[in-house]
């Protein structure tokens, strides 16, 4: 944190005032301190969904929602979707900066060494429901890994917190892979360390089907980027959940599996599953577009996909996502008809005032299910694969709050307004 106690605002209230530090952040934006508001006011602030709030400092990601910038360790997205592979961008996250050869290479090998998960952790995945949502399930079997792994649970162990960081890495494309294989009844494909990290995952998902040559490079590629483009997003909800779960001292493996239950949720990484039923609902049901509008204007329903807490002019992910699109879909020989749907009901809600005041544009939510479902994903993997991607991000600012010297357990105030004290019946 940069601080520049020169600088202060006031607070005039009923006792007096108070002077309050400003910091100024690296791009220069202003944080205001509010650590002596209650001590010297009695008073606590108000913030629903923690809109105005900063709950701590981080290096990680830059995000200006006004520009549309997005900056992972200062680096633009734009330039590691084009150029980076989802190694090097993980890595990236989670290190601080990007690795040499040797580093990326070291770092892939262990990964590869650890992709295996053990034998009854696949017995015991075998036995969850296979008919149940994947993100129930991955989140369930991350939480156990701490079970298995007890040697790498204890955030006070620099050399346990990175054992984690590389089994959750190595671990979680596995888990996923056989989850998903379950529940279309076919047996799991044990990673294959000849193949990268990527790849494996494809081909562990699915097997001899997984496409190959120039269609397999570019299912490598648009997997590898959009795995890329979900790497981190600073203090999103699922990540604010994995850091207040981490601030209990709380193990890696049960913050991130705290984590992938937040981000499960449709407001926040279900949304890609929603908006391809939302999709497949418009399409099925023959209403217009207008009229599908006019129903989301009258709040009867969201446009899942379409606004974002933060970025309030374009998602920079958004375009990236689109160009991808149209590559996969142009592989093939009929027109995709929920992608030009998809096409059509962007561009009549980026035409109508409801959402241009309100400041709604497509999010990085809003193409990506119409690309995994040209892939062969089930709509309900496509939240995993949001969680594989964010994975390096949650790690990050885990690993980034055991160092934080501000840092604290995570604990809210309340703005009171329940009943004032009664007495209970029959005590007078
Ligand atoms: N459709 C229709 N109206 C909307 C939408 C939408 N998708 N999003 C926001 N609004 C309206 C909202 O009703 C409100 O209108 P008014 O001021 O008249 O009451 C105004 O826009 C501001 O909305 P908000 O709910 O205060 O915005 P928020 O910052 O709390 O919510 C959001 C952000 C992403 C949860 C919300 O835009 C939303 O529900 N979008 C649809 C779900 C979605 O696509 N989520 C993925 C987000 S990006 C990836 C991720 O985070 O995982």
């Known amino acids: 944190m940069s601080d520049d106690k020169e600088r202060t605002v006031e607070l005039h209230y009923e006792g007096g005032v108070l002077k309050l530090p400003v910091f100024t952040g690296t791009e220069g934006e202003s944080t205001i301190e509010l650590k002596t508001l209650l001590g010297s006011t009695g008073m606590t602030t108000l913030d629903p969904g923690f809109g105005n709030t900063a709950s701590c400092s981080s290096k990680i990601t830059y995000i200006d929602g006004a520009a549309g910038i997005l900056r992972y360790r200062g680096y633009p997205i734009e330039d590691l979707a084009v ?13 601080g900066e990007l690795p040499d050869p040797g580093k990326l290479k070291e770092f892939s090998d262990k990964l590869r060494d650890n992709a295996d998960i053990p034998a009854d952790m696949g017995t015991l ?46 671990k979680l494309p596995t888990i996923a892979a056989r989850i998903y294989r379950n529940s279309i009844g076919e047996s799991p494909i044990a990673p294959d360390d000849s193949l990268d990290y990527v790849d494996n995952f494809i081909r562990m998902t699915f097997g001899d089907k997984a496409p190959t040559g120039d269609l397999g490079d570019l299912f490598n590629k648009a997997v590898g980027m959009l795995l890329v483009l979900h790497a981190d997003h600073e203090l999103n909800c699922s990540t604010a959940t994995v850091r207040v779960v981490g601030s209990s001292k709380a193990d890696i493996f049960a913050s991130v599996a705290s984590g992938i239950n937040a981000l499960s949720g449709p407001s926040h990484g279900g949304a890609n599953q929603a908006v391809l039923e939302m999709l497949e609902e418009i399409r099925d049901s023959g209403i217009s577009i207008e009229d599908f509008l006019e129903k989301v204007k009258a709040r009867e329903m969201r446009l899942m996909g379409f606004g974002h807490r933060v970025y309030k002019n374009f998602d920079p992910r958004s375009k990236e996502i689109k160009v991808l699109a149209s590559q996969i879909l142009d592989q093939h020989d009929s027109p995709d008809e929920l992608f030009a749907l998809a096409l059509k009901l962007e561009a009549a809600a980026l035409q109508d005032s409801y959402f241009t005041e309100r400041k709604l544009y497509p999010n990085v939510d809003f193409y990506t299910g119409v690309i995994y479902r040209t892939m062969g994903f089930p709509t309900n993997m496509f939240t995993v694969l949001f969680a594989l ?19 604290r357990i995570a604990r809210p105030r309340q703005h009171y307004i329940g009943s004032t004290e009664r007495r209970y019946p029959g005590q007078g």
């Open 125 to 170: 995945i075998d036995a969850m429901p296979r008919n149940g949502h994947p993100m129930a399930l991955i989140s369930s079997a991350v939480n156990t890994l701490a079970a298995y792994y007890e040697d790498s649970a204890d955030p006070e162990d620099e050399d346990q917190v990175e054992l984690a960081t590389i089994r959750l890495m190595a």
């Open 389 to 407: 991607g964010r994975l390096p991000g949650w790690i990050a600012h885990y690993r980034e709050q055991l160092h934080d010297p501000a840092f």
């Open 83 to 95: 150029h980076s592979t989802f190694l090097e961008t993980a890595y990236l996250v989670i290190y």
